[in-house]
């Protein structure tokens, strides 16, 4: 069983950056797939990155290549989502979510765990 606590999101302006984090607790979080998804209002949920237990495989939606940053610390059992260049279009509510095998995939359905999300907003 893991269980996941998104932090680190907020307001803000466009151009800005901010970092998520999600720390996991359970015994095999460096075995996991972890990745992060969000949801915008009156959307579907999105998949936006995701990366293997030791880091050597990393996916990231189009939308947010170049400009976000996935990475993990097995010590802290912690995956972070560093985000710069926001655009208005990145607000949403973002999701940590793990997978207890490989590979890397980009639905949501194929996750095992989920946090409750946080808030991102980036004014114009």
């Known amino acids: 069983q893991v269980q996941l606590v998104e932090s680190g999101g907020g307001l803000v302006q466009a151009g800005g950056s901010l970092r998520l984090s999600c720390a996991a607790s359970g015994r095999a979080f460096s075995s996991y797939v972890m990745g992060w998804f969000r949801q915008a209002p009156g959307k579907e949920r999105e998949f936006v990155a995701a990366?293997?237990?030791?880091?050597?495989?990393?996916y990231y939606a189009d939308s947010v290549k170049g400009r976000f940053t996935i990475s993990r610390d097995n010590a802290k059992n912690t995956v972070y989502l560093q985000m710069n260049s926001l655009k208005p279009e990145d607000t949403a509510v973002y999701s940590c979510?793990?997978?207890?095998?490989?590979?890397?995939?980009?639905?949501?359905?194929?996750?095992?765990?989920w946090g409750q999300g946080t808030q991102v907003t980036v004014s114009s």
């Open positions: 979510a793990a997978r207890r095998s490989i590979p890397i995939l980009a639905t949501a359905d194929k996750y095992d765990y």
């Open positions: 990366i293997t237990w030791s880091g050597d495989n990393i």
